[in-house]
């Protein structure tokens, strides 16, 4: 059992679809039931003594918005937005410490994202017809545009939660390699990495340029391994090609990253401009600070666009207290390595604030996995160990 919930954790939480044959189904209901049992299961066999103050603040997570929603003006109710706050808060007490997960497995989904990922940049009908039947999200027409302009979404949907996740296996594969230098962890964080420029968003050049200085960092280090250099130049050399064709006018690479940057129909710039998609929301926080809606609904609202908005907007301060508190107090519970819970706990803090993650699903399945892969890498590195 310590194996085998971690490695369901992994798998569902990449695969698990979400359609079937291009409609929203049932599935996404049952992907909450069944993430529900397997960290139930966690929590049976392996949780540990958490003082009742703490489990109390973190149910309530769902138990205060609850309270808003009851509190609310509003008439319209969404009750299912509750599954993933409720999923967050029994995840945020689960104790992770002596969990495992196979690296065979890990390298496998790896493997398979990049393959995948490829296959979406080439234009692989294979590729796409698997995600356009059973991965679809949000609306209808958000997957086939991802995919019409060839960005390595995956299974994630759209291209900025896609570039997290996939900045996520570049990081967690570099620090494999810095474990014990293995030179496929490496290989498999340089891929995940161009995949990440692939997306061609502001997401995505931004966590690209980060994941690049990290490389270059670890380059400049006394070197042990200086295959680091190759890896460097080959990513500034593909990054170039990318934005300018290798021409020697740099300005179709400026022109796009620009566009990127400064879109006001898309990206962060699109959504807190005065007329951006998160104008209502903003509004409707900036007058009424202490009057949130919970789990009701208004025509405008924009719920997903912002993790610290969203949170403002369903149980104020409390509430973003609690769930930043909350992840906070899970990474330092659950993480061996003081480093990699301050680094992970800033990078989720920091993108929430451009799109809502903590509630995602796929996030409520593989962010224990990827504090358990944290914790084993080291383990990995035993001459014995095969993989």
Not at 39 to 61: M, T, V
Not at 105 to 129: D, E, K, M, R, S
Not at 223 to 251: E, G, I, P, Q
Request: proline residues 4%; glycine residues 6%.
């Amino acid at each position: 059992m310590k194996r085998l919930v971690p490695s369901l954790l992994l798998v569902f939480g990449l695969y698990f679809p979400s359609t079937v044959s291009t409609r929203i189904s049932m599935f996404s209901a049952l992907a909450y039931v069944v993430c529900i049992a397997l960290l139930g299961s966690i929590w049976l066999q392996n949780n540990g003594h958490i003082p009742f103050f703490k489990c109390l603040a973190l149910s309530s997570i769902v138990l205060l918005p609850l309270l808003f929603t009851a509190l609310s003006p509003l008439d319209t109710i969404t009750l299912g937005a509750a599954a993933g706050y409720l999923v967050l808060s029994i995840l945020l007490m689960v104790n992770l410490k002596e969990l495992t997960i196979s690296p065979r497995l890990w390298i496998a989904v790896n493997v398979i994202n990049i393959a995948a990922g490829i296959g979406i940049v080439l234009g692989v009908n294979a590729v796409n017809n698997i995600l356009l039947n059973h991965y679809a999200t949000a609306y209808d027409d958000l997957l086939p545009m991802m995919l019409e302009m060839h960005k390595p979404v995956l299974t994630f949907g759209t291209h900025s939660l896609a570039a997290f996740f996939l900045y996520l296996f570049f990081w967690i594969n570099l620090e494999a390699f810095k474990a014990h230098g293995r030179k496929l962890f490496l290989a498999l964080a340089f891929c995940h990495l161009l995949l990440v420029l692939c997306l061609s968003s502001v997401s995505g050049l931004v966590l690209f340029l980060v994941g690049f200085a990290q490389l270059g960092h670890l380059a400049l280090k006394p070197v042990r391994h200086k295959v680091l250099w190759a890896y460097a130049v080959l990513c500034l050399v593909l990054c170039t090609a990318a934005f300018s064709n290798m021409a020697v006018d740099f300005t179709p690479a400026r022109d796009a990253a620009k566009e990127m940057l400064s879109n006001r129909d898309s990206g962060f710039v699109g959504r807190f401009l005065s007329d951006g998609t998160m104008h209502y929301d903003l509004e409707f926080i900036s007058q009424h600070p202490f009057s949130p809606v919970g789990f009701s609904f208004r025509e405008g609202f924009m719920f997903g666009d912002s993790g610290w908005v969203e949170y403002m907007l369903r149980g104020s301060i409390p509430l973003l207290v609690l769930i930043f508190g909350g992840l906070y107090y899970f990474l330092r519970r659950n993480l061996v390595s003081r480093n990699h819970a301050y680094f992970l706990f800033g990078a989720l803090v920091f993108f929430e604030v451009g799109m809502t993650t903590l509630t995602f699903i796929r996030m409520l399945y593989l962010l224990p996995v990827f504090v358990i892969v944290l914790n084993n890498v080291n383990s990995w590195s035993a001459p014995s160990n095969p993989a």
